[in-house]
């Protein structure tokens, strides 16, 4: 099993500030790698699929990077609706999920 | 307007059973693979089971392998899950979602879930 690991388990954060969160494969998954975001008691809703790509509707301020093992979901300038989980996802080899990473406000 | 509706969802005791159903509309229901994924309380998510669009090939994380079945009724526009010997363990919200027309597309979109609690 492919093992995605997130950091940090909790950010911290303000509104405007940067957001810089982090998921690593324990085997290469090549750009096969998504984001979600889960807000309470809501579905998770794709963000950026194939590591660097925003889905549709979602903002610019969303930017993905990374391949490999090592991604980036970054988040340039944090608005109020920003603050949730965050959950790294791959399909190289079947599907699994990151733990997740909460980010709050600070 | 795609979207997914759970239902089913309730409290069942350990070793009982429980089919959860999925109503698919706003998209051609037939051409999509689907997947069902769960979430335990305040945990991440874990992906279950997948099918074809025809239903003709299906797969299961190995923790429910042998105990849920997936199908589906294209006519209905309906995904289902029997999930059968439930454990303590099974107790999760369950997403249904699609990846369109291939299984190795991302899950977009999701249904708003149902919970299913197995417990005594």
């Known amino acids: 099993e492919n093992v995605l690991t997130q950091s940090p388990a909790t950010l911290s954060l303000s509104p405007g500030e940067r957001a810089t969160l982090s998921c690593r494969a324990s085997q290469s998954v090549s750009s096969y790698l998504a984001w979600y975001q889960q807000k309470p008691g809501q579905a998770p809703r794709l963000l950026i699929y194939?590591?660097?790509n925003r889905a549709t509707g979602i903002p610019a301020r969303f930017s993905g990077s990374g391949s490999g093992t090592d991604f980036t979901l970054t988040i340039s300038s944090l608005e109020p609706e920003d603050f949730a989980v965050y959950y790294c996802q791959q399909r190289s080899n079947w599907y699994t999920f990151g733990q997740g990473t909460k980010l709050e406000i600070k | 307007e795609v979207q997914l509706v759970e239902s089913g969802g309730g409290l069942v005791q350990p070793g009982g059973s429980l089919r959860l159903s999925c109503a698919a509309s706003g998209f051609t229901f037939s051409s999509y693979w689907m997947h069902w994924v769960r979430q335990a309380p305040g945990k991440g998510l874990v992906w279950v089971s997948r099918?074809?669009?025809?239903?003709?090939?299906?797969s299961y994380a190995d923790s429910v392998k042998g105990r849920f079945t997936i199908s589906r009724d294209n006519a209905k526009n309906t995904l289902y899950l029997q999930m059968n010997s439930l454990r303590a363990e099974d107790t999760a919200v369950y997403y249904c979602?699609?990846?369109?027309?291939?299984?190795?597309?991302?899950?977009?979109?999701w249904g708003q879930g149902t919970l299913v609690t197995v417990s005594s």
């Open positions: 979602a699609t990846s369109s027309s291939s299984p190795y597309n991302w899950f977009d979109p």
């Open positions: 194939d590591a660097s």
């Open positions: 099918i074809n669009s025809d239903g003709s090939s299906t």
